[in-house]
């Protein structure tokens, strides 16, 4: 079956399907902003998810800290902004997130918003173009088709279009894995550290270090990271950093979030919030995350334990780590699935196979489908409703454990002499 499928994904198709998704998703993206734009009343705000960034940053410097993560201020701050609107943007990221958009808060909503998408679509280009390090053959040969696949995707579309940050992850982890590569410790251990603005993306970081014995990099890590949390208290004080830490963590978030938002995640944990029945979800949901994450981890080290520690390679066990990182993360939405691009165009560039060019297009069709699913679920009972739960998921999940296996490969000549042997159609 699987070389069956693989036989339809010819150049002609990677080519001409990725550009209709992307006309497709331009046209949503612009007819919905529209929208929103002349009516935020009814359809929420232009970029919601910045919404709730521009939120915390004009709360900080309106000095509403106390109330930085009440949602009741937070929407009244939105409707002095703009007016009623049907939706509350929860702000709540770490408070030096706040701090960071305030420069942006300063502008009309709707100007900082435009000023985001580009500042934001620029980010993601460039992180595109750096990717030559990982995948030297895949970008020098096929590099037009990678751009059509990557800007086809949904992740992509979900990120641009409600003015996520998740591009700005995406830079540092290739920042970290590129100054690891050539050995530049402290500094890669210092550039993933900031990814901490989005702890749960960077959460396996220090203990992979750890346990490779990486410890310049290490301490450049935990130096970056207890620099963030030191900012963020002396911004809005320890009450200030508790208030964040009691908003993610209650009710009021497992309900809407974890549980609510599960279909617009890609992660196993969403997958499996979102297949059990109400009241089991319900109470599961804080716990799920975290177990998932653990287990992926356990497995992870077991591959870098049973590496040659003379042939084992860097690039490929950061790979892995960062693909555990997305695959078992406790909250990851599809836009934050651009972390996977990476491990995608490694995995094609070291074991090119029909196995995972097919993964791929499942995961790259499945994520697309995912607002339709959720829309078909809302009017049915459990089970039924299941049909909305993060299918892509499992697709992830075969590519992680592709990118387990490589971990463990022995090899004789350097990385960028593999995919020798790619089927030039492919």
Known sequence: MVQALDRLITAERLQNYPVIFIVLGALMTVVSSAQRVIDPGAQGAFLPDYLAHWTGGGLLLSGEREGLYDPAIQLGHQVTALGPTAYL???????????????????NYNVSAACW????????????????FLAPNLMRRRRKYVFLAIFASAPVLELVGGGQDSAFVLAVWLVGLRLMATRRQGLAGAAIGLGFLKPQQVVLVPFVLLFTRRYRALAAFVAVVAGLSGVSVLLVGIDGVQHWVAAIT???????????????????????????????????ATYVGWAFIAIGFVFLLQRIRAASPTTVDTQAVWVATLATTVVFSPHLM???????????????????????????????????????????????????????????SLPLTALWVESLKEVLTRRSTSPQSAMVNLDPGK
């Open 117 to 132: 998408v580009v500042l934001s679509a620029s980010m993601l280009i460039w992180c595109v173009h750096s990717l030559g």
């Open 334 to 392: 599809i836009y934050d699935a651009i972390l996977l691009v990476p491990v995608a165009l490694f995995l094609l560039e070291r074991r090119p196979s029909a196995f995972i060019r097919v993964m791929l297009v499942a995961a790259f069709v499945l994520m697309w489908l995912a607002p339709a699913l959720h829309v078909l679920s809302l009017s049915v009972p459990w089970p039924f409703a299941a049909v909305s739960a993060p299918w892509a």
């Open 89 to 107: 943007a929860w702000f709540v990221s770490p408070p030096l997130v706040a701090a960071l958009y305030a420069p942006l808060s300063v502008l």
């Open 250 to 284: 209650s009710s009021l978030y497992t309900e809407q979030v974890q549980q609510g938002q599960a279909w617009k995640m890609v992660s196993l944990p969403a997958f499996i919030i979102a297949i059990l029945p109400p009241g089991w979800s319900a109470w599961l």
